[in-house]
């Protein structure tokens, strides 16, 4: 691969990881996307384990994410439907405030629907709460899993 296009897979790469922080653009898809087109670019052993380091890491935290996402709202007992709620709240008003909307509808929703659920404000603000940690956590499962991408394409980089 042409020293060009490894550059563009680098910035491919870091758009990803900001994707995943923000969440706003699918960052892992990209980052695996990125590195595995360099991966069958490039070819030989050195590209092909890449590719499969890619897809394994970024499969596994996809996979990681949602179980300890879940574990942890099941604990804190917040119900599916709260969380329903406030993707749909989140998702509308993604659009209606572009980007910052997101937040707050999710968290608006899922405190209101919480509310309406238990009648309890503290017990709401509690499964708030654990659904913002479980929001924290998977965004730090899915980074995790994007650096181990980036670093195996860097390693890559290194020994081709």
């Known amino acids: 691969m042409s020293g060009v296009a490894e550059v563009v897979v680098g910035l491919v790469v870091l758009v990803g990881l900001f994707g995943v922080v923000v969440q706003v653009l699918p960052g892992a898809v990209l980052v695996a996307g990125a590195v595995a087109v360099w991966g069958v670019v490039t070819g030989g052993t050195v590209g092909w384990t890449v590719v499969a380091v890619a897809v394994v890491a970024t499969l596994a935290a996809a996979v990681g994410k949602y179980l300890l996402a879940g574990r942890h709202l099941k604990r804190a007992g917040v119900p599916n439907s709260t969380l329903v709620w406030g993707g749909l709240a989140g998702a509308v008003l993604f659009f209606v405030i572009p980007v910052i909307g997101l937040p707050i509808g999710f968290v608006g929703a899922t ?13 709401a603000r509690a499964a708030t709460v654990a659904a913002m ?28």
């Not at 405190?111 to 017990?123: F, I, K, Q, S, T």
């Open 111 to 123: 405190y209101l629907a919480e509310w309406v659920r238990v009648r309890d404000p503290r017990a």
């Open 133 to 160: 940690q479980a929001t924290g956590l998977s965004i730090l499962v899915e980074l995790a899993g994007a650096m181990v991408v980036t670093l195996a394409w860097l390693v890559g980089l290194a020994l081709t």
